[in-house]
């Protein structure tokens, strides 16, 4: 049974910095693009990067681009998500996925396993 597990949200002044990871038991995260999504409440869930299954090509949300960066160490079956000068409106639940084919690495329904989310709260 595959199961996706994040880790390292948490509370941070805005300016600062937050790195997330995503690893899986039950599964190889090699097989998969990986994504990384947010909700914040009272808001739709909001693509925030994606990386293909060598990490090859990365993708990232307009209101995130420049600011995180997301890397994969397969070997470590696991996937990171860098967050840089972080602001309070990136205080969301973020969420790690995988995906089993690549035909939309933005779009959420693609997407077949999920994780519980980490909180990032962001204090300004």
């Known amino acids: 049974q595959v199961q996706v597990v994040e880790s390292g949200g948490g509370l941070v002044q805005a300016g600062g910095s937050l790195s997330l990871s995503c690893t899986c038991s039950?599964?190889?995260?090699?097989?998969?693009?990986v994504g990384w999504f947010r909700q914040a409440p009272g808001k739709e869930r909001e693509f925030v990067a994606a990386?293909?299954?060598?990490?090859?090509?990365?993708y990232y949300g307009g209101s995130v681009k420049g600011r995180f960066t997301i890397s994969r160490d397969n070997a470590k079956n696991t996937v990171y998500l860098q967050m840089n000068s972080l602001k309070p409106e990136d205080a969301a639940v973020y969420y790690c996925?995988?995906?089993?084919?690549?035909?939309?690495?933005?779009?959420?329904?693609?997407?077949?396993?999920w994780g519980q989310g980490t909180q990032v709260t962001v204090s300004s």
């Open positions: 990386a293909t299954r060598n990490g090859g090509l990365t």
């Open positions: 996925a995988l995906d089993g084919r690549f035909t939309n690495p933005r779009a959420a329904v693609e997407y077949d396993y």
């Open positions: 039950g599964c190889t995260v090699s097989r998969y693009v």
